[in-house]
């Protein structure tokens, strides 16, 4: 299994453009997870999904859309880039909805995406 | 405002110290609380926790709740430079929300 795998691994872009980040999981998990760090604010939720065709906001989800369209993947656009947009980007996906007792809730999560907007 | 707050920012210790870290949170229809361990990548993943009082161990490394106070402890005991990393708490609520506070920052001095 290769697990979370994110593209591209680096990239940089001029304010304005548009760019697509795929997160892809071969574990057949349900959630997916987006978020950005930032140096001294932690991890930032984006958006989220609990299932194929769904998505939902995070703490902070302007400037940015997402789709679920198959199980496996979980795509993060940026429609018109800009420099506040300079950050690392994470992707995270877990098995499903835990139940109480029902093992540790391992968050499993890609590599990294290092995006810089000039 | 749902918040996960960690403390201290950094912390610089000498090899074979006690370390403890904490973490507070203030969160709507809370189900868990989670450390991470991140060094030059992705986090990894280090405890789980849904209950008080409850310590969960691994080697050096422990972890209490307190669902009263809102609050979480993860203790590293007799330090080594490869603790060295920023340790963060993220808190599940919700609808499987998962929340992270800034982190702490450890660093080892050998």
């Known amino acids: 299994n290769a697990g979370v795998t994110q593209t591209p691994k680096f990239r940089v872009l001029k304010t304005g453009q548009s760019m697509t980040l795929l997160c892809a999981q071969d574990?057949?998990?349900?959630?997916m997870y987006w978020y950005r760090q930032d140096p001294g604010m932690g991890l930032r939720l984006i958006h989220y999904?609990?299932?194929?065709?769904?998505?939902a906001k995070g703490e902070v989800p302007d400037g940015y859309n997402v789709s679920r369209l198959k199980k496996q993947n979980f795509l993060l656009g940026l429609e018109s880039a800009a420099p506040s947009q300079t950050s690392v980007y994470f992707c995270?996906?877990?098995?499903?909805?835990?139940?109480?007792?029902?093992?540790?809730?391992?968050?499993?999560f890609g590599p990294g995406t290092r995006l810089t907007v000039t | 405002e749902d918040k996960v707050v960690q403390s201290p920012l950094s912390l610089v210790v000498h090899e074979g110290d006690t370390v403890t870290l904490n973490c507070s949170y203030e969160v709507t229809n809370f189900r868990s609380l989670l450390w991470y361990k991140q060094e030059k990548k992705a986090p990894t993943f280090l405890f789980m926790l849904t209950s008080s009082g409850i310590e969960k161990k691994s080697g050096r490394l422990s972890s209490i709740l307190d669902k009263k106070e809102l609050f979480s402890i993860l203790n590293i005991t007799a330090t080594q430079t490869g603790d060295s990393a920023v340790y963060l708490c993220?808190?599940?609520?919700?609808?499987?929300?998962?929340?992270f506070g800034t982190g702490t920052r450890l660093t080892i001095i050998p």
């Open positions: 995270a996906s877990i098995p499903g909805r835990r139940t109480p007792g029902q093992g540790p809730y391992e968050q499993y």
């Open positions: 574990m057949n998990h349900e959630y």
């Open positions: 993220a808190v599940v609520w919700g609808n499987e929300k998962l929340t």
């Open positions: 999904s609990v299932g194929e065709g769904t998505t």
